[in-house]
C-alpha cells in the first residue's frame, strides 16, 4: 500500500513542480525550520550516530569545515542537521522514522534553517531585515552563517535541492517567543505561502507539520502557547500540528531532553506517513 501511495503522490508532485530539472521522484525533500527546538538544543548521544541509513540525506546549509560539509552538499544524515555544533533536533527521527517504513528505493532529504530564540516574524521575508537590526547581541552569530537572511537562505537551498528530488513536507518548531501572540498563525500562513510561491510549491501536496512546544504535563514554561498552535489547521488546511505530550524536557520548561526529541521526530514522521496512506483511501 505504502509503495502504491507514493507512486500517485509523487506523480501529483511531479506534475506540478518540474521546473526544467532532472528531479529523482524517488528522492523526497522536507524544509526545517524554526527556532531552538528546531535548530537542536539537546547534546547529541552515542546512539544517534550510528547506523544512520544512508538513504537519509541532510543539505548543509553552511559551510561547516570541521564536519567536512559544504553549503548546498548531500551527506548522510548523521546529527548536527542544522550548523555545526548544534544537537539533537525533531528532523533526526523525522527522517530515519521515514526511511525505516518506506519501500527501500525511497531517499529521504531534509534541510534545517533554524535560528534559537527567534520569533517568527524572523522568517517573513518583508520583516526580516528589521527584525534583524533590532536582534539582541547573543543571537548574531547565529544569524551570521545565514548572511542575516535564514528565509532566504532556506529558499536558496530549496532550490538547490529541487534540481535533486522533490519537496515533499515542511516541517516548523517555533512559537516559544511569540507565546501568547493571538496574531501567530496568521503570521505563519504568510512564511507558508511565500514558500510555496517561491519555490513554485502546490500547497495541496506540500503539508506543513507543527510541533507543540514543552507541553503542561512537562512542566513547560510556554505551554499555553499550545492552544495557539492548535489552531494553526483553521488557517492553513494542509497544516498539521505534533503533540509533545509525554516528551520529556531537560529542566529548563523550554528545551526537550534527546529522549524528547527522539519522540516528538518519530511523531513526525508517523504523521507524514498517516497523510501519505490517508490519500490512498
Known amino acids: 500500500m505504502i509503495l502504491k501511495t507514493y507512486t500517485l503522490i509523487l506523480a501529483a508532485l511531479l506534475v506540478v513542480q518540474l521546473n526544467?530539472?532532472?528531479?529523482?521522484?524517488?528522492?523526497?525533500?522536507?524544509l526545517c525550520f524554526g527556532q531552538s527546538n528546531m535548530e537542536g538544543n539537546a547534546r547529541i548521544e552515542a546512539q544517534d550516530t550510528v547506523d544512520v541509513n544512508p538513504r537519509f540525506q541532510v543539505m548543509s546549509t553552511i559551510d561547516c569545515s570541521e564536519l567536512g560539509r559544504t553549503k548546498g552538499s548531500w551527506y548522510t544524515a548523521v546529527p548536527p542537521l542544522c550548523r555545526c555544533k548544534t544537537g539533537l533536533t525533531p528532523a533526526d527521527y523525522f527522517g530515519r522514522t521515514l526511511v525505516e517504513n518506506l519501500p527501500k528505493h525511497i531517499k529521504v532529504g531534509v534541510i534545517n534553517v533554524a535560528v534559537g530564540g527567534c520569533k517568527i516574524e524572523l522568517f517573513d521575508k518583508d520583516s526580516c531585515e528589521s527584525y534583524v537590526e533590532t536582534a539582541p547581541f547573543w543571537m548574531k552569530g547565529m544569524l551570521k552563517p545565514y548572511e542575516n537572511d535564514p528565509y532566504a537562505r532556506l529558499v536558496e537551498m530549496a532550490k538547490l535541492?529541487?534540481?535533486?528530488?522533490?519537496?515533499?513536507?515542511?516541517l516548523l518548531h517555533q512559537g516559544e517567543s511569540n507565546t501568547g501572540d493571538s496574531l501567530w498563525t496568521e503570521k505563519v500562513k504568510i512564511v507558508y505561502e511565500n514558500l510555496v510561491a517561491d519555490l513554485g510549491l502546490q500547497a495541496d501536496n506540500v503539508p506543513l507539520l507543527a510541533g507543540e512546544v514543552v507541553g503542561d504535563d512537562q512542566n513547560g514554561q510556554?505551554?499555553?502557547?499550545?492552544?495557539?498552535?492548535?489552531?494553526?489547521?483553521?488557517?492553513?488546511?494542509?497544516?498539521?500540528?505534533?503533540?509533545?505530550?509525554?516528551?520529556?524536557?531537560?529542566?529548563d520548561g523550554l528545551h526537550f531532553t534527546a529522549e524528547g526529541y527522539r519522540m516528538l521526530g518519530k511523531r513526525y514522521g508517523e504523521k507524514m506517513l498517516s497523510l501519505l496512506l490517508e490519500s490512498d483511501q
Open 161 to 170: 535541492a529541487q534540481k535533486d528530488g522533490v519537496i515533499t513536507g515542511i
Open 222 to 251: 510556554c505551554a499555553s502557547m499550545n492552544k495557539i498552535i492548535a489552531t494553526l489547521p483553521d488557517v492553513i488546511p494542509n497544516a498539521y500540528v505534533i503533540p509533545s505530550v509525554g516528551c520529556p524536557q531537560r529542566g
Open 20 to 30: 526544467g530539472f532532472s528531479q529523482d521522484p524517488n528522492f523526497h525533500i522536507y
